[in-house]
């Protein structure tokens, strides 16, 4: 599951189980973007905390990992590399997802060498909250006409984004209940979404 975690939250988690649960996957591996091509221009938390609090949140669950994949690539990171990684690392008969969420793989024709993805792994989105998913569906039935294999799911409503749990933090509210406990004692502990971004 591809995203630049900033912070995770539950939103995440469910989501990534719900997926798992759907297409009954062995493992779901969170992989926090390194220098996400799709952020230029934008400030976002370091990658080392970025990826210890994935790290965190995800540590008790057996069917869940974190990968350090794209955060150790040098320069801007591209989900066709990460898949042409993992693609080489597994054998042939292992079939690979990548998860995002349907808002930012509608943009997917925008991606370096995007037609090449959907060889490379079945591609999932997810709808959010307040993102239509028959308006989804058809959006990528009608543009992405390259990109055959992409399943679009509705995630299970949870109003939670990475933006607004900033705000809370930088606003001095709480976001307990909103990430993994571990993952808000990391937020506190390391003072971050306190100042810009």
Sequence with gaps: MGGTFDPIHIGHLAC????????????????PAGDPWMKRGRSITAAEDRFAMVKAAVQDN?????SRLEIDRAGETYTVDTLRALRAHYPDNVELYFISGADAMHRILEW???????RLARLVAVS??????????RRYMLTHAAIRHVSVIEATALAVSS???????????????LVPRVVSDYVENH???????
């Design 163 to 177: 933006t607004d749990l900033r705000e809370k933090v930088r606003s001095g509210r709480s976001i307990r209940y």
């Design 128 to 137: 959010r909250p307040g993102y239509e998913i028959d308006d989804a569906r």
């Design 191 to 197: 003072g971050l979404y306190r100042g810009g971004a």
């Design 112 to 118: 370096r060498d995007a037609t090449e993805l959907a």
């Design 62 to 66: 057996p069917f869940f990992d974190a």
């Design 16 to 31: 990534a189980e719900q997926v798992r649960d759907l297409f009954e996957l062995d493992a779901v591996v969170f992989m």
